[in-house]
């Protein structure tokens, strides 16, 4: 027997909107069926797909990134195939160890400074230099982060 669910049974399984699902299905990232009542129907497989999506989602791969991944199911298994998901996996990586970089160097920051307290008394007991030093690292962070060439997420 083949599991279906109606959308708002598949929300409540994914934990996401039904405006979300639409959305994905709009982008062609699942495909639902249609019941008699042209209700969509959502199986195992579309299931899988979104917790796939979700994921993925989560670890800031765009929709374009997803939906070149997610095409690679569908493909035959060939050294073409295998050498385009290396390709995209390995760029994501490469991505995200310079996220988690940068977020290591603000975490390292944040938990220098002095708090709680105002953003007054914060810049005071900086003093001048380590405003400065402040300033300066905003600045070199702000300059590596405008750079990459992030797609909307």
Same mark, same amino acid.
């Given at each position: 027997?083949?599991?279906?669910?109606?959308? %708002?049974?598949?929300?409540? $399984?994914?934990?996401?909107?039904? *405006?979300?699902? $639409?959305?994905?299905?709009?982008?062609?990232?699942?495909?639902?069926? $249609?019941?008699? %009542?042209?209700?969509?129907?959502?199986?195992?497989?579309?299931?899988?797909?979104?917790?796939?999506?979700?994921?993925?989602?989560?670890? #800031?791969?765009?929709?374009?990134?997803?939906?070149?991944?997610?095409?690679?199911?569908?493909?035959?298994?060939?050294?073409?195939?295998?050498?385009?998901?290396?390709?995209?996996? %390995?760029?994501?990586? $490469? *991505?995200?160890?310079?996220?988690?970089h940068h977020y290591?160097?603000?975490?390292?920051?944040?938990?220098?400074?002095?708090?709680?307290?105002?953003?007054?008394?914060?810049? !005071?007991?900086?003093?001048?230099? %380590?405003? =400065? =030093?402040?300033?300066?690292?905003?600045? #070199?962070?702000?300059?590596?982060?405008?750079?990459?060439?992030? !797609?909307?997420?």
């Open positions: 027997m083949t599991t279906a669910w109606t959308i %708002n049974e598949i929300a409540k $399984r994914t934990s996401l909107s039904k *405006d979300t699902i $639409r959305y994905y299905e709009k982008e062609k990232l699942i495909s639902p069926k $249609r019941a008699e %009542n042209n209700y969509r129907v959502y199986s195992e497989e579309e299931l899988l797909k979104l917790k796939y999506i979700s994921v993925m989602k989560y670890a #800031q791969f765009s929709i374009k990134e997803i939906k070149g991944f997610m095409g690679l199911f569908d493909q035959e298994l060939s050294e073409e195939c295998n050498q385009e998901g290396m390709t995209l996996l %390995n760029k994501k990586i $490469r *991505d995200l160890e310079l996220v988690m290591q160097s603000i975490l390292t920051l944040l938990k220098q400074l002095p708090y709680p307290g105002t953003f007054q008394q914060l810049t !005071e007991e900086l003093g001048t230099g %380590n405003a =400065r =030093r402040l300033d300066g690292f905003i600045e #070199q962070l702000f300059d590596e982060i405008k750079e990459e060439p992030y !797609e909307d997420h």
